[in-house]
């Protein structure tokens, strides 16, 4: 049977509603489509004992706080900004083990979340997990691939119960369900943005300036990739971004020797990012933003395009 948007979002409502009943729940915002569409939902349910915040971890994409209040505003849902930045780069100085660093970011999001509830009176959390989320989890009889921040990275003790609406949509599906929400289209068409951020995107350790580097060139494979879909040069991938390699490299700038960052352009075609195929750019695209990359970021000497699948690889990094 084909996914009905209107029959789903009746039942979810309903279900928010039964489960929260007349208490008050928060849930934050990562700009993302599934925890925009599940804020979208809960704002429907429950009104005002719904409690919406954008949490910035200071692992987020260039300008999100700004742009998510915006397309959100616009959807009728009010967000709170929290920082904690401070908290989640201290809490992950020196961790080098990509599981260790999911496990650290779903701990630090749990109590900034019940430090928000606290404050606001909440018993419940509503989260936008989907389906792979908790499939690549471990879930039903699999194996962990890796543990999603909003499904294996919550601590066990957690003082406030969890409400998912999506769970069991795929993310297609999650995008026709924000369409017939009335979310903007740069919302319900944006590429997926993993929970634990631009962590995902940094192998081995994390400092505030190794994110610097990364959002920069997340945000120029993002503009360039973009201006040439809307050329016709190429279909616009399914997700695109770059990734920081802990490996420095030789090259030459000016007449100097310099010793540098590497830079992993990747771009994937995929439904619902169980499994992928590397997006064929053309080269003159791949020239501009490595060109771009070298000459904007001043620490980064080199650029790979990553030509590899999902399965082996993964799309993100870790
Ligand atoms: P992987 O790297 O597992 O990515 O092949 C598949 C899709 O999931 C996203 N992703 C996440 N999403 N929490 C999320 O909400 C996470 O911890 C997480 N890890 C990966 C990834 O960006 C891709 O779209």
Not at 75 to 87: C, I, R, W
Not at 116 to 122: G, I, L, P, R, S
């Amino acid at each position: 049977m084909p996914f009905n948007a209107e029959k789903f979002i009746e039942g979810a409502v309903s279900s928010i509603k039964a489960s929260v009943g007349n208490g008050r729940a928060i849930i934050a915002v990562s700009g993302g489509v599934d925890s925009s569409v599940a804020a979208a939902l809960a704002s429907r349910a429950l009104g005002k004992n719904i409690h919406c915040m954008f949490v910035d971890t200071g692992l987020m994409r260039k300008d999100e706080g700004k742009r998510v209040l915006a397309m959100l505003s616009r959807a009728g849902v009010k967000l709170d900004v929290v920082d904690a930045s401070n908290d989640f780069f201290s809490a992950l100085k020196g961790v080098e083990e990509p599981e260790k660093k999911r496990k650290i970011i779903g701990e630090k999001f749990i109590r900034v979340f019940e430090a928000e509830a606290k404050k606001q009176k909440a018993a419940y959390l509503i989260q936008g997990t989907i389906a792979p989320d908790w499939i690549e989890s471990g879930g039903g009889s699999r194996d962990t691939i890796k543990s999603h921040h909003n499904v294996g990275g919550l601590p066990e003790k957690m003082g406030m119960k969890l409400v998912e609406p999506l769970r069991d949509l795929y993310k297609h599906e999650v995008r026709i369900t924000a369409r017939a929400l009335g979310l903007p289209p740069e919302m319900s068409e944006r590429q997926p943005f993993p929970g634990p951020g631009l962590a995902v995107r940094i192998v081995g350790d994390i400092t505030p300036e190794k994110a610097a580097i990364v959002r920069e060139a997340c945000f120029i494979v993002e503009e360039e990739l973009e201006a040439a879909a809307k050329s016709g040069k190429m279909e616009l991938p399914w997700q695109y971004f770059a990734a920081l390699l802990p490996t420095k490299t030789v090259g030459v700038r000016g007449d100097e020797r310099s010793y540098q960052y590497t830079v992993v352009v990747r771009a994937v075609r995929s439904l619902d990012g169980m499994t992928a195929n590397f997006s064929h750019v053309p080269p003159e695209v791949l020239q501009k933003i490595s060109t771009r990359i070298t000459n904007e970021i001043r620490e980064v000497g080199r650029v790979l395009y990553d030509i590899t699948n999902k399965p082996p690889s993964t799309v993100e990094l870790e």
